[in-house]
């Protein structure tokens, strides 16, 4: 936001901070007064913020990204992150190793 790129942010409104809630969909929905405006003004963000459990929004139904940033991606399981990885043409998995141990570890 500080750079001037709009984006829109999925998921509920109480778990986002106050600065930001201009940009969730709930809000953005509320500037919307037919169907098709709200297609429109969803497809026109090209940054979406989401959990990987948020990716079924029908702001991002259809819709094919250039990047997706998991952050956390060592806490995420395979099933719960595939589709959101599937939306975007690349992908980039941020973890902290400082943090956290991975949920799931090979013994490779």
Not at 15 to 24: D, I
Not at 31 to 48: E, F, I
Not at 49 to 58: E, F, I, N, R
């Amino acid at each position: 936001q500080k750079e001037g790129q709009d984006f829109l942010r999925l998921g509920r409104k109480e778990r986002v901070r106050a600065e930001l809630l201009s940009n969730t969909s709930e809000e953005v929905a509320r500037r919307c007064s037919t169907p098709t405006m709200l297609s429109d003004c969803y497809n026109s963000y090209l940054v979406v913020g989401s959990t990987c459990l948020g990716v079924d929004h029908a702001a991002i139904v259809n819709r094919q990204f250039d990047w997706c940033v998991l952050d956390e991606a060592s806490q995420a399981l395979l099933p719960s992150v595939l589709s959101s990885l599937l939306l975007a043409k690349r992908f980039i998995l941020v973890g902290d190793p400082a943090q956290l141990p991975p949920t799931v570890q090979s013994a490779d």
